[in-house]
């Protein structure tokens, strides 16, 4: 007599040999999409960079400043609001872009398939103006402020031009200058801080490899996913001057 369908046992067999090929399968690609986010977020980090030093060719060779406060002409405007700046980032023109209510009263804010895809802050918080499709820059990338700490200058002065000169840096390949970050400026950790929830102003952010590493820039444009032990509390790398 011919056999017609499966058998209960047969059914088991298959059940349980499918389970076990999700569970080997599921982890793998769990860790594909999170190299795919890292990968993207290194991509648009090589964007920011890129700006920073095409706005420094149109300056003397001075990097887009961290802050600048000058009486009677841009009080507080940090990097990231920068419109010379962000004329190198957008590549159009800024001021019909900022015409759009979607980019929100800050002026830090960008389409949001230019952050991080893993900066969750930048993304979600309303402050700024984050929705729409627009993020806050500043919620997913910072600026190196040790180095002006470490040199001596103070960032919060009333009345401050923060902005490296190029020229003056002696190791651009091993000082860095922009990372992943929870605010516009960030300051040398002495201690790790695991990746969770993401508050302004808050730690810097390891979001890549399992809250292990950060994607940073340096000033010679090269960029490298470091893992904390290499960030924590190593002067050499906030170091610019």
């Not at 594909?32 to 977020?41: D, G, L, T």
């Not at 190198?88 to 980019?103: M, Q, R, T």
């Amino acid at each position: 007599m011919k056999k017609l369908g499966f058998t209960l046992v047969e059914l088991l067999v298959v059940i349980a040999v499918i389970s076990i090929l999700a569970s080997l399968l599921l982890p793998s690609l769990s860790k594909s999409r999170e190299m795919a986010q890292s990968i993207k977020c290194a991509g648009n980090l090589k964007q920011v960079t890129l700006a920073c030093q095409m706005y420094a060719m149109n300056y003397n060779d001075y990097w887009v400043p961290l802050r600048m406060a000058v009486a009677g002409l841009t009080p507080n405007a940090v990097w990231s609001s920068n419109r010379g700046y962000l004329r190198e980032l957008i590549g159009k023109d800024v001021n019909a872009y900022l015409s759009n209510p979607l980019f929100g009263a800050s002026a830090r804010n960008v389409p949001v398939g230019m952050v991080c895809p893993k900066s969750v802050l930048a993304m979600t918080d309303p402050t700024n103006g984050a929705s729409g499709g627009m993020a806050t820059l500043e919620y997913a990338y910072g600026m190196n402020g040790s180095g002006f700490d470490l040199s001596g200058v103070n960032v919060w002065a009333s009345e401050v031009v923060a902005a490296y000169h190029l020229p003056k840096i002696k190791k651009p390949g091993q000082s860095f200058c922009i990372s992943d970050a929870v605010n516009w400026i960030t300051t040398m950790p002495t201690n790790f801080t695991a990746y969770g929830t993401e508050v302004q102003a808050g730690p810097i952010p390891y979001r890549h490899d399992s809250g292990q590493s950060i994607n940073m820039s340096f000033f010679d444009g090269h960029l490298e996913k470091r893992r904390w032990t290499t960030v924590v509390n190593n002067t050499e790398a906030w170091k610019v001057y």
